[in-house]
């Protein structure tokens, strides 16, 4: 194999140019914990490899005035996984972060290369459509903007074209006194997931839920998110029962493979379990502020 | 793996037969098919990309026409491989058309044996990858089978 031309832009503009001008054999390089990997496997063997590490912008992590905060690309887990500002409902994607292999890969991982790469078992995707997260994506036209659950096409297929890269994740300001929570099973620690469950939930001074996003990883080609589910608690008190009825309505909506880590049926018995730990840990986080 | 679907065309079994025999028709609707050519009477050989994630797997398939009874029934068996790699993939391939008040039903079966780069990634995974493509195989067919006549020509 021809070794890869490497190149270290400055800036996005220059790394999708260079994307854009290598076609096909072109390929962007974030923290390398699955490319390289992969190109050591000779699963994928890159002419021009594309590094993001030297572009200022993708290593920020910011809040706006309006609360939206905007993760840059080549945030680590490691970084998002210790952000202090991540806090009530956008916590969720904090805590999914903390829980993504182990210390190793979490110095290494990237925020956009996870995203990018799209394992259906990662465990950002379903935080960030818990979240309703939105994806910042530089091409040869500028900037776009895709909301995560339009961003995961399943299968290790995104939004992201050829000779684009992903620049940010914005999360929106979760209601006030909202809490999100990452619930995740694997086999042994530091696997991906069996299955996870991501939320974020808000409840007013009677105890009705007022707010819910909640979406399952590791269970189909993407996060699965069931607002007709969602819809069987909100405006409730979250009864035991009622959450039975949301994890029932969404479970039909899965779709998971037989593979190594488990069978596609004990995913589905396991999921309604996690939907369950995943409300009470929220609700007893909740519990010193009602 | 096997792969079963099957989906309703809104037009008759004798145009479908047409296009499902249209070389040309299938290089547009096959997802990563960038060429087919007629080699004899009942051969073929393609070209298909399969990208899962950042790996792209083009295959060069041989394509053999088994049996054939228009405009209801066609078997073919594809073996390909990828360049000079290790990848190789084998298929036998089955399609019935039968009619029904608005059109045609197409039901499909393939029988599918990968290995190499995309066999790594388990008989579950690449089953449910095949159905997404088969998936985007019917839409264009069917786009372009009820389409009017002539845009097709
Ligand atoms: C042993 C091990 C265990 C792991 N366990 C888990 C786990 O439990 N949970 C989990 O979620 N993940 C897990 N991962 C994956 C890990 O999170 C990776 O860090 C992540 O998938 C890829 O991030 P990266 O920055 O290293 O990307 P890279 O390896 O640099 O790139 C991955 C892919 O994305 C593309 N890419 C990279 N950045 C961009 C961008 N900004 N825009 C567009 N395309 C881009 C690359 O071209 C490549 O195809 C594990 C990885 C390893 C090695």
């Known amino acids: 194999m021809m070794a890869a031309t490497f190149h270290k832009p400055a800036t996005v503009d220059d790394a999708v140019r260079v994307l854009t001008d290598a076609g096909e054999g072109g390929r962007p390089i974030s923290g390398g914990a699955t490319l390289v990997a992969m190109m050591n496997a000779k699963l994928v063997e890159p002419d021009v490899l594309v590094s993001l590490s030297a572009i200022a912008e993708l290593k920020d992590f910011g809040r706006a005035p309006d609360g939206t905060v905007r993760i840059g690309a080549m945030r680590r887990h490691r970084e998002t996984a210790f952000e202090s500002d991540l806090a009530g409902g956008q916590a969720v994607v904090a805590k999914a972060a903390s829980q993504i292999a182990n210390p190793p890969v979490r110095n290494m991982g990237t925020i956009g290369g996870s995203i990018s790469f799209a394992d259906p078992a990662a465990d950002y995707p379903p935080a960030l459509v818990a979240a309703d997260a939105t994806i910042e994506i530089a091409g040869p036209d500028g900037r776009r903007f895709v909301p995560a659950e339009e961003f995961f096409l399943g299968w290790y297929e995104t939004a992201v074209e050829p000779g684009e890269i992903v620049t940010a994740v914005l999360l929106p300001p979760a209601p006030d006194r909202a809490v999100g929570h990452y619930e995740k099973l694997c086999r042994v620690a530091g696997d991906f997931a069996l299955a996870s469950v991501a939320l974020v939930l808000a409840l007013d001074g009677a105890g009705t839920v007022t707010h819910l996003r909640l979406a399952v990883g590791g269970c189909g080609g993407g996060p699965v998110r069931c607002p007709e589910a969602e819809a069987l608690v909100v405006g409730a008190v979250p009864s035991a029962e009622r959450i039975a009825a949301l994890a029932e309505r969404l479970v039909e909506d899965l779709d998971p493979v037989d593979d190594s880590r488990g069978s596609a049926e004990y995913r589905l018995q396991i999921v309604p379990r996690l939907i369950a730990k995943a409300f009470e840990e929220a609700l007893t986080e909740m519990e010193p502020a009602r | ?153």
């Not at chain 2, 296009?19 to 007629?38: F, H, K, N």
């Not at chain 2, 499909?108 to 388990?122: F, H, M, P």
């Not at chain 2, 990858?129 to 264009?140: C, V």
Request: hydrophobic share 35%; aromatic share 6%; with cysteine.
């Open chain 2, 1 to 153: 793996m096997r792969i079963e679907q099957s989906f309703t065309v809104g037009a008759p079994p004798d145009r479908v037969w047409s296009l499902i025999r249209d070389p040309q028709v299938m290089v547009g609707c096959v997802p990563g098919c960038d060429g087919i050519e007629q080699i004899d009477e009942t051969s073929y050989t393609a070209q298909v990309t399969v990208s899962v994630g950042p790996i792209k797997a083009r295959f060069n398939l041989v394509i053999e026409i088994t049996e054939e009874q228009a405009p209801t029934f066609i078997r073919t068996e594809s073996r390909g491989e990828e360049g000079s790699r290790a990848s190789m993939v084998k298929s036998v391939n089955e399609m019935r058309l039968a009619p029904v008040d608005d059109g045609t039903e197409v039901s499909y079966s393939a029988d599918v044996e990968i290995s190499g780069r995309l066999g790594r990634y388990g008989a579950g995974m690449m089953k449910k990858i095949a159905t997404k493509l088969a998936g985007k195989f019917e839409e264009s067919f069917r786009t372009l089978a009820e389409a009017p006549e002539e845009v097709v020509g």
